[in-house]
């Protein structure tokens, strides 16, 4: 029978907290990326904690004795990761107190810009008084890491959580296989656009999703939150088989993209334009004629569209139609399915002449 205990943590001080740094699991797989925070909001962070400030509860999974030591760690960070890379930061020196940072008990206090050595060095007392700054962390009990997951979603609602970071708490096989996919060559060193946010991962479940639809019979459907969902949902458990036949499709299709692309390559700065490239190919490939998609064939369809539309400015009745609404597909309505048919039979149609 599942449980969930919750007890506030003993020896909670931030120089406590720090010391015991290496048994703390700062990325379980349900966790949203970390450093997302701007330095500002960090900065914002420290002033509160110096200034005796109530900051939110933070929430660590206690690992029960024989996982922890499998582990080698005592505890996973279910809400609050940010809170903690952050202190964290700034006792090692990554970032300084704002300039417009306020020592309120003091108005002759100048530590305004000090790193934590600097104000270590400067003011022994407020870096003590910071140490010792009891966190509001409470510690999670239970054997059910479907409960863990669960508790993440509900304590980020308040947070807004894109798509990829919910989904990332289905679990099973299927969000397994997008975790794989997204650390692809083809993800990790071709595309230019971040994963800060687990892009990579939204990409990649999307590429899983279009196969699995092409391959049942042909079907293009939209790429939208509910029906990823839903799909990501479905293969949770009982079709590892279908889900490792996906994996392995997408990432072979991967292989061939990572060979035709750049290191951090202009043509791939937008995630929409992953699977318009990714499918075509595989179209192409379909008909043998594989050999019609390269990097400088890609880079001429660019060229033709910037010079069509500057001969649409002049004149729209000269213009190419095509290109017109390829590039109005680029940037409107780009998870719909009938967006994607088109995106695809344009560009296709133009290799392929």
């Known amino acids: 029978m599942s449980y969930i205990e919750t007890h506030p943590l003993e020896h909670n ?70 809170r903690i890379e952050t202190i964290f930061q700034f006792i090692e020196n990554g970032f300084e107190l704002g300039k417009d940072f306020d020592y309120l008990e003091d108005d002759a206090v100048d530590a305004a810009g000090m790193n934590y050595d600097e104000l270590a060095r400067a003011y022994p007392k407020i870096k003590s008084r910071f140490d010792s700054f009891s966190l509001p962390i409470i510690t999670v009990d239970t054997d059910d890491i479907e409960l863990i997951e669960d508790m993440f979603s509900r304590l980020n609602e308040a947070v807004p959580l894109n798509a990829a970071e919910k989904r990332r708490a289905f679990h099973g096989d299927m969000v397994k296989a997008i975790d794989e996919v997204s650390l692809h060559p083809f993800f990790t060193k071709r595309v230019r656009f971040s994963n800060k946010r687990y892009q990579h991962k939204e990409v990649a479940v999307r590429l899983l999703f279009i196969a699995h639809n092409l391959n049942a019979g042909g079907q293009v459907i939209d790429t939208k939150k509910p029906f990823l969902d839903r799909f990501t949902s479905d293969f949770k458990s009982g079709k590892a088989k279908t889900v490792n036949k996906l994996k392995e499709e997408v990432t072979s299709l991967l292989d061939d993209m990572a060979s035709v692309f750049t290191t951090k390559d202009a043509l791939l700065t937008t995630q929409s334009s992953v699977p318009v490239y990714v499918f075509v190919y595989r179209q192409l490939a379909d008909d043998n004629l594989e050999n019609r998609f390269t990097r400088s064939r890609l880079v001429k369809f660019d060229k033709h569209r910037a010079d069509n539309r500057e001969i649409a400015e002049q004149d729209i009745t000269q213009a190419l139609f095509d290109f017109l609404e390829f590039d109005r597909l680029s940037q409107q309505g780009t998870n719909d399915a009938s967006s994607l048919r088109e995106r695809w039979r344009i560009l296709k149609k133009w290799l392929k002449a």
């Open 13 to 82: 001080t931030i120089q406590s907290i720090y010391s015991e740094r290496d048994a703390i699991v700062m990325a379980p797989p349900y966790q949203r990326n970390g450093d997302i925070w701007s330095k500002e909001k960090k900065q914002l962070l420290i002033d509160s904690i110096i200034n005796r400030y109530d900051i939110p509860k933070m929430y660590f999974h206690r690992y029960e004795r024989a996982e922890a030591k499998r582990l080698k760690k005592q505890y996973a960070i279910i809400d609050g990761r940010q």
